[in-house]
T-cell receptor, first 112, second 111 residues
Framework: DAGVTQSPTHLIKTRGQQVTLRCSPKSGHDTVCWYQQALGQGPQFIFQYYEEEERQRGNFPDRFSGHQFPNYSSELNVNALLLGDSALYLC???????????FGDGTRLSIL | RKEVEQDPGPFNVPEGATVAFNCTYSNSASQSFFWYRQDCRKEPKLLMSVYSSGNEDGRFTAQLNRASQYISLLIRDSKLSDSATYLCVVNRPGGSYIPTFGRGTSLIVHP
């Protein structure tokens, strides 16, 4: 039973570029959340997807967008990258909005 | 006031010690609560859910105090392998529920 998988593992980009991160939820899960985690901080909620729609959004600018596909997998897109976007991006899935989440290994994004 | 607050520590304890962490939350309408463990450069992993009546899983005990708006995690007989960052998560209302993490409490268990 595969858990949450994310790709790529690491990514290096330059300022102004765009990036797409991918996530496949744990089998049986239909809700996906994306988080940004800076060093020494807890994960910060970016948004939540359910039934292919963005259901909740945290305090992130419109440069951060996402998508959920019919198979529940999800993408996180970030445009016009800034140095401050360097972080670990985590995807978590659950079987409902109040259920415990299971996290992927994360994508470590570095902006030069 | 932050929505979810934790003492970042580090808590430095010897093996066998009992250690407790608290996590306070600001929104009284918050519902489900969880503790996660995160090892260095790894993803968070669910440690336990927190129920209103309190719950125990081996050496770990979690409690919820709605009146004072905090949750706690007690670790008994600490092991070296318990060294990690412990994150509390509060699902606060916002349309549907928004999982809100604390910044984590660092625990170091030494021989």
């Amino acid at each position: 039973d595969a858990g949450v998988t994310q790709s790529p593992t690491h990514l290096i980009k330059t300022r102004g570029q765009q990036v797409t991160l991918r996530c496949s939820p744990k089998s049986g899960h239909d809700t996906v959340c994306w988080y940004q985690q800076a060093l020494g901080q807890g994960p910060q909620f970016i948004f939540q997807y359910y039934e292919e729609e963005e259901r909740q959004r945290g305090n992130f600018p419109d440069r951060f967008s996402g998508h959920q596909f019919p198979n529940y997998s999800s993408e996180l897109n970030v445009n016009a990258l800034l140095l401050g976007d360097s972080a670990l991006y985590l995807c978590a899935s659950s079987s409902g909005e109040e259920q415990p989440q299971h996290f992927g290994d994360g994508t470590r994004l570095s902006i030069l | 006031r932050k929505e979810v607050e934790q003492d970042p520590g580090p808590f430095n304890v010897p093996e066998g010690a009992t250690v407790a962490f608290n996590c306070t939350y600001s929104n009284s309408a918050s519902q489900s609560f969880f503790w996660y463990r995160q090892d260095c450069r790894k993803e968070p992993k669910l440690l336990m859910s927190v129920y209103s009546s309190g719950n125990e899983d081996g050496r770990f005990t979690a409690q919820l105090n709605r009146a004072s708006q905090y949750i706690s995690l007690l670790i008994r007989d600490s092991k070296l392998s318990d060294s990690a960052t412990y994150l509390c998560v509060v699902n606060r209302p916002g349309g549907s529920y928004i999982p809100t993490f604390g910044r984590g409490t660092s625990l170091i268990v030494h021989p």
